[in-house]
T-cell receptor
C-alpha cells in the first residue's frame, strides 16, 4: 500500500479562492515533499518540509506537518487558473535512502 | 540549464516485445531514480542508483524489469516480454550530490502495450 494517502482526490474551486489538500502517511519520515504535475507528465518540486519542522511557506504555498498525526497539509492561497494540476505528497522514509513514496494525488481544478 | 531528458516520449509496443527506455540526468547529478505512474495514480518507485553503489532494486515489480546506469550518467530501463499491465508513464528523476532530498523529474515516457 502507498505510504502517502491524499484527500480530497479532486478539488474544484474558483480563481482567487484557497485550496487545501491533505496527506497522511504511515511510517517515520525524514522529510515530506509536495510536487505538482501538469498533464500527467513531469513533476515539479514545490516544497520540502523536514520532520523537525512544523510549517513552511513558499510564495502562495503553505505546508504544515504534524508528525504526531503523521499528516501534512498543502494550502495554495489566492489560486489562479494556472494552478490547475495534480498535487502529490511524497515521503522520504527513515532508513529507506532517498527514494520517495508518493501518494495518489489530488487533482485541483481552478475555474477562471 | 538542461533538465532531465527521457526518450522516447511515447512508445507503443506489442505484448511480448522488449522495450528500452532512456534517461539522461542533469549533468553532475549522482543519484538517479526510476518511477512508474499508472493512469490516474501516484508514482511507484522502481529503482535507485547512487554513485558507484549497488542500485536499490527493491521496487522492480518482476524479473522482466531491469535497469543499468553506464558511466554514472545515462540510464536505461529495460522491460522484457512486455505485458499490457506494463502500460504506464515511466518517469526518471535525478538529484545532485549536495541536495539529494530534492528530485528533478524528466517528462516521462508514456508506454502503451497492445
Amino acid at each position: 500500500s502507498q505510504q502517502g494517502e491524499e484527500d480530497p482526490q479532486a478539488l474544484s474551486i474558483q480563481e482567487g479562492e484557497n485550496a487545501t489538500m491533505n496527506c497522511s502517511y504511515k511510517t517515520s519520515i525524514n522529510n515530506l515533499q509536495w510536487y505538482r504535475q501538469n498533464s500527467g507528465r513531469g513533476l515539479v518540486h514545490l516544497i520540502l518540509i523536514r520532520s523537525n519542522e512544523r510549517e513552511k511557506h513558499s510564495g502562495r504555498l503553505r505546508v504544515t506537518l504534524d508528525t504526531s498525526k503523521k499528516s501534512s497539509s498543502l494550502l495554495i492561497t489566492a489560486s489562479r487558473a494556472a494552478d490547475t494540476a495534480s498535487y502529490f505528497c511524497a515521503t522520504e522514509r527513515k532508513a529507506a535512502g532517498n527514494k520517495l513514496t508518493f501518494g495518489g494525488g489530488t487533482r485541483v481544478l481552478v475555474k477562471p | 540549464g538542461a533538465g532531465v531528458s527521457q526518450s522516447p516520449s511515447n512508445k507503443v509496443t506489442e505484448k511480448g516485445k522488449d522495450v528500452e527506455l532512456r534517461c539522461d540526468p542533469i549533468s553532475g547529478h549522482t543519484a538517479l531514480y526510476w518511477y512508474r505512474q499508472s493512469l490516474g495514480q501516484g508514482l511507484e518507485f522502481l529503482i535507485y542508483f547512487q554513485g558507484n553503489s549497488a542500485p536499490d532494486k527493491s521496487g522492480l515489480p518482476s524479473d522482466r524489469f531491469s535497469a543499468e546506469r553506464t558511466g554514472g550518467s545515462v540510464s536505461t530501463l529495460t522491460i522484457q516480454r512486455t505485458q499490457q499491465e506494463d502500460s504506464a508513464v515511466y518517469l526518471c528523476a535525478s538529484s545532485p550530490p549536495g541536495a539529494r532530498e530534492t528530485q528533478y523529474f524528466g517528462p516521462g515516457t508514456r508506454l502503451l502495450v497492445l
